[in-house]
């Protein structure tokens, strides 16, 4: 590679290393896509749900307030005064290390296996933790305390001679290790002088030597991330960004249901002391597709396919005359209830609660579902690279979804921001229900089926023509969120992309203007202003902002796209993840983390808006 090149490389991690020291949301995140840890910058486990992504969260401290005594599981070491910490190259397994007053230092390795084995995916309700001195003879201490019921069990502990148990009479956990068991039960200091290894799980023996065996998961769930990522189509620029983006969504898919969850976690406040606090460890099928959309565009078809066969069962039973429509959000299976409740015996984030569990998003009427899961299931139509492509019997099933659309487009919903207090005509899910019935068409031309490409054209254009008709609003010169409403949200820099308005559009352009001059606060974009439910909105929603990014792109404003995604990269956290929202003020982090919605918005700005592999590397070669 020749020096322009290089400069350029390293120009490239320097402009893209975020700030750090703002956020209290510096955590990583471990996972396999069974469960899921996240863990602070001084290797403390503070938030995993066992024994999936949406169950009691066994270590929860997150949620424990500023003096949590339970739910956490650490490695103190003595004296400590620095800890820096990485995720190994490529792969979604966290390296922290910490050092005392005296140079010691003590590294941690955390993962969850993952790798292929007897031709399927391994990928147990486990996660692991080695811990080696690096230098001299560091003290520490180990300290496992995990809590129940959210929060308001604590288990019962008995001794083996090389593992713990930790019971209760709804969950069972084990820890077998290397470590003395006396000292780790009893949290005793002691000189770390050899690895230790600790694998948490279900509460079974292990069957083969402890050692040797967390070696080799070690080293195969290496191999499985680094072979994962070898296969992504990545852009030119910013491939370390768009890599971690790409490994954090797809631990956030549940892989045995295909479902994928908004989030890992729940009730991190939107804004500090705002109420705004939800579980999103569940599926939304709008933010499921816009993850399949950034992956499908990456090169990773699986996890798309492996989502096409969550929402058939979960349309399943949806009959064409029937007056039940999709709950715009499911559980991890499909079948699960959502009913919300308030976890009393967790403080909150900080101390902001309420700690909400289940979500009653999921008895809204929301419009836009449909679309988001036909826009999700066409490309089983288009992509020849899938070896089991969409074919009659599918489209037959989407077709009941396009039934639906064309009847519900012009109805009044709780929109895609979920507004709890009231139902309008929203323009996004208007043009989402469009987008079902416009893909639906083509879809039947694509199987030589002219009569019914005819019939979802027709349904199409007659729903275009109502919203452009009745959503834009004369007197602002724009659309407008709602049909004859006068307020503005970010959802409608999404036309160019759902194929609604081509980005040329002069009705699109002034669309632009108008919610640059209302919602745009720096580099930052609200998804709204007005008032809601619990007051006005005093934080970004982080995928406005690419979205709009997205839009500069298409009006030709690149320079400035460019400028405004360089500044947003930088606020994420030192590991380069993402949660919901932004304070436009300070730039820290706030709502639930890692957001699946703001890791999808990295990858599609960067790939709109990086350099070509032609016009970086091989004409300068």
């Not at 308001?152 to 502990?157: E, L, R, S």
């Not at 008709?469 to 049909?483: D, H, I, M, R």
């Not at 609604?500 to 745009?520: G, S």
Request: hydrophobic share 40%.
């Amino acid at each position: 590679m020749n020096e322009h090149v290089m400069n350029d490389a390293i120009a490239e991690a320097e402009r893209d290393a975020p700030k750090l020291g703002k956020n209290t949301l510096d955590l990583g995140v471990v996972g396999n896509c069974t469960t899921a840890a996240l863990i602070d910058r001084n290797a403390r486990l503070v938030w995993m749900c066992f024994p999936r992504l949406d169950g009691d969260p066994i270590f929860n401290s997150l949620l424990g307030g500023e003096s949590a005594e339970h739910g956490f599981f650490d490695i103190e070491l003595s004296h400590q005064v620095a800890s820096k910490q990485r995720y190994l190259t490529n792969t979604a397994i966290l390296e922290t290390i910490l050092e005392d007053k005296d140079g010691n230092s003590v590294r941690i390795i955390d993962y969850a296996p993952r790798f292929k084995r007897l031709e399927r995916i391994f990928r147990p309700a486990m996660h692991v933790r080695r811990i080696e001195p690096l230098k001299g003879r560091p003290h520490v201490k180990v300290r496992l305390r995990p809590s129940f019921g959210y929060g308001g069990v604590q288990p019962q502990k008995t001794i083996g001679s090389h593992h713990i148990r930790y019971t209760s009479p709804d969950l069972n956990l084990r820890l077998t290790t290397n470590a003395a068991v006396s000292y780790i039960a009893a949290e005793q200091s002691f000189v770390l002088d050899r690895a230790l290894y600790f694998a948490l799980g279900i509460d079974e023996p292990f069957d083969s030597p402890l050692l040797a065996t967390l070696r080799d998961f070690e080293d195969r769930t290496v191999d499985y991330w680094q072979e994962w990522v070898r296969y992504l189509s990545i852009p030119y620029e910013w491939q370390g960004v768009v890599i971690r983006a790409a490994i954090t969504l797809k631990l956030c898919s549940f892989e045995d249901s295909g479902a994928i969850v908004a989030a890992l976690t729940t009730s991190v406040p939107e804004a500090a002391n705002s109420g705004r606090n939800w579980d999103y460890r569940f599926c939304w099928l709008r933010d499921a597709y816009f993850v399949v959309h950034a992956l499908n565009r990456l090169g990773a078809t699986r996890t798309m396919e492996e989502f096409i066969r969550y929402v058939t069962d979960v349309a399943a039973d949806l009959a064409v005359d029937s007056d039940s429509g999709l709950n715009p959000v499911y559980g991890v299976l499909p079948s699960g209830g959502l009913d919300e409740w308030v976890a009393e015996q967790l403080p909150g984030y900080r101390g902001m609660g309420p700690v909400r569990v289940g979500n009653a998003a999921a008895i809204q009427v929301q419009n836009d579902v449909y679309g988001s899961i036909i826009l999700s299931a066409a490309q089983m139509f288009f992509d020849k690279r899938l070896p089991i492509p969409g074919d009659e019997a599918m489209f037959e099933r989407l077709e009941t979804l396009g039934h639906k659309a064309a009847r519900q487009a012009l109805e009044p919903d709780a929109g895609i921001w979920e507004y709890r207090g009231r139902k309008r005509i929203h323009t996004h899910s208007a043009m989402m229900c469009w987008a079902a019935c416009d893909r639906l068409a083509r879809i039947a031309q694509t199987l030589d089926r002219p009569g019914r490409a005819a019939h979802w054209q027709g349904e199409a254009d007659r729903i275009k023509a109502a919203i452009v008709e009745k959503a834009w609003n004369p007197t602002l010169g724009c659309f407008v969120e709602s049909f004859g409403g006068d307020a503005l949200d970010a959802s409608l820099l999404l036309m160019p992309e759902i194929g609604f308005l081509p980005p040329e559009d002069p009705q699109f352009v002034a669309t632009v203007e108008a919610i640059e001059r209302h919602l745009k606060r720096g580099p930052h974009m609200m998804r709204y202003a007005a008032a809601d439910d619990f007051g006005t909105p005093e934080t970004a929603f982080n995928v406005c902002s690419f979205w709009y990014i997205d839009a500069l792109v298409a009006l030709g404003r690149v320079d400035e796209a460019r400028e405004r995604f360089v500044d947003l990269l930088s606020h994420r956290n030192h590991l380069g993840l993402m949660s919901e929202d932004t304070d436009v003020e300070t730039g820290e982090m706030w709502g639930n983390f890692p957001q699946t919605y703001s890791m999808v918005g990295v990858i599609l700005c960067a790939m709109r808006l990086s350099k070509s592999w032609e016009e970086s590397v091989w004409r300068g070669w």
